[in-house]
């Protein structure tokens, strides 16, 4: 079992940047997760925002309406991933959750997810 924990949302003005930080922990081996950020705007579907690799994390993709603004990163030696969001705009409002797919036999696991507000 895992479990998800974010941090860092809150009320940001059009323009500026915030940093979310998801950490894990139970037990598990952190680094055999694919870590992706998916979040979920008022009466819109959970959509992905991101996905950084098992292992290493060499490998990052994005949705098209984030890309070269937001950035995912991950810290296996402290259980943690975060998603650095520069030049936020209104659309980007949402809550925003932290999703572990272990990368062999698929469990998956969700945070509780944390409030970004993006606005004047």
């Known amino acids: 079992q895992v479990q998800l924990v974010e941090s860092g949302g809150g009320l940001v003005q059009p323009g500026g940047s915030l940093r979310l930080s998801c950490a894990a922990s139970g037990r598990t081996i952190f680094s055999m997760y694919t870590m992706s950020w998916y979040r979920q705007a008022p009466g819109k579907e959970r959509e992905l925002v991101g996905t950084?690799?098992?292992?290493?994390?060499?490998?990052?993709n994005y949705a098209d309406s984030v890309k070269g603004r937001f950035t995912i990163s991950r810290d296996n030696s402290k259980n943690t991933v975060a998603l650095q969001m520069n030049n936020l705009k209104p659309e980007d409002t949402a809550v925003y959750y932290c999703h572990a797919r272990h990368l062999f036999g698929g469990s998956v696991y969700w945070g509780q997810g944390t409030q970004v507000t993006v606005s004047s």
């Open positions: 950084i690799s098992a292992v290493d994390g060499s490998s990052t």
